[in-house]
């Protein structure tokens, strides 16, 4: 058994290194260290874990199973040891920090618009980046620290992520203000299906979404003239055209310009959710701009 007398914390960071980089080079220059300095580090580690723990490969170095089954309890480690060296109390109002949030561009004009308003009453020196969401990457984010937190929602959270709803939203239907099916008020089905549409498609290039799936089950269909990958986008198009969108709800109130119609069609919302990793779960810092995030958000 290792004696953990003979395993330094720097031991530790070297070997939570590794496993984010995959490169002693990398690692070195995270850690500020020279090349040799790592492999030596790494090399007290397999002593200390009687493991290889990362193999050589032509592009770095592989961690080995044992490494990986290790990872999740390292990082707990490093971040509690973290919290330990962190004031006990936190105070808005002087604190300086940067928080890193990803988000789509709804995310942000609906979540993270009023969040800002009311943090930069409350703290001041508090800096915010935003990033786009990269739903296959985004564990790794926040594992590594590069993202503090994710606006997501449910289905496309990762497993291990702590999760919390933030609201429900609905989608509406959208056209601009004096479209000629404003005078109506509701639309029938057949002159919903008869409009020509504009969708969002995070991904690019989709043409059916949840509408699509919606009006499928009642045997219908309608015709997608527009598909673009942002909602800011897509009002500037309503604007200044006669195409028909379904939107959230939170977007159009917060927009000028479009009017809302009632149609005989329920298509399916989505709830919106924050997600972050147990390496800042327990952070103080990170608790007060949660519960801020959850408190602005159910005002929307």
């Not at 720097?10 to 260290?33: G, I």
């Not at 090399?43 to 193999?55: E, G, K, S």
């Not at 002159?191 to 949840?210: I, M, P, T, W």
């Amino acid at each position: 058994m290792t004696d953990i007398r003979k395993l330094d914390l720097n031991l530790l960071k070297a070997f939570d290194a590794l496993l984010d980089e995959r490169s002693v080079t990398l690692a070195a220059a995270r850690l500020s260290l020279t090349q040799p300095a790592v492999s030596g580090m790494l090399t007290r580690l397999r002593d200390n874990f009687d493991d290889p723990l990362f193999v050589r490969t032509a592009r770095g170095v592989v961690p080995t199973q044992r490494a990986l089954e290790l990872a999740p309890t390292l990082k707990r480690v490093l971040g509690d040891i973290q919290l330990m060296l962190q004031p006990t109390d936190f105070d808005p109002a002087t604190a300086t920090l940067r928080w890193s949030v990803a988000a789509t561009d709804y995310g942000l004009q609906a979540v993270l618009l009023p969040f800002l308003r009311e943090l930069r009453r409350q703290a001041p020196g508090i800096q915010v980046v935003a990033h786009p969401v990269d739903d296959s990457a985004v564990y790794h984010q926040l594992e590594r620290g590069e993202l503090d937190l994710a606006l997501m929602t449910p289905e496309s959270t990762p497993d291990n992520l702590h999760l919390r709803p933030l609201y429900q939203e609905e989608y509406v239907c959208v056209v601009r203000e004096g479209h000629p099916v404003t005078a109506e008020g509701e639309l029938s089905l057949d002159s919903f299906c008869a409009l020509d549409h504009g969708l969002v498609s995070y991904s690019g290039g989709g043409l059916q979404g949840v509408t699509d799936q919606a009006l499928a089950a009642l045997g219908r269909e309608r015709r997608v003239a527009l598909s673009v990958p942002s909602f800011l986008i897509l009002t500037q198009v309503l604007r200044s055209s006669d195409l028909v969108a379904m939107m959230p709800r939170r977007l159009i109130s917060r927009e000028q310009g479009l009017a809302t119609l009632r149609i005989p069609l329920t298509v399916p919302g989505f709830t919106k959710s924050m997600a972050w990793h147990e390496r800042t779960h327990k952070d103080p810092a990170q608790c007060w701009l949660r519960a801020l995030m959850l408190s602005t958000s159910q005002t929307g």
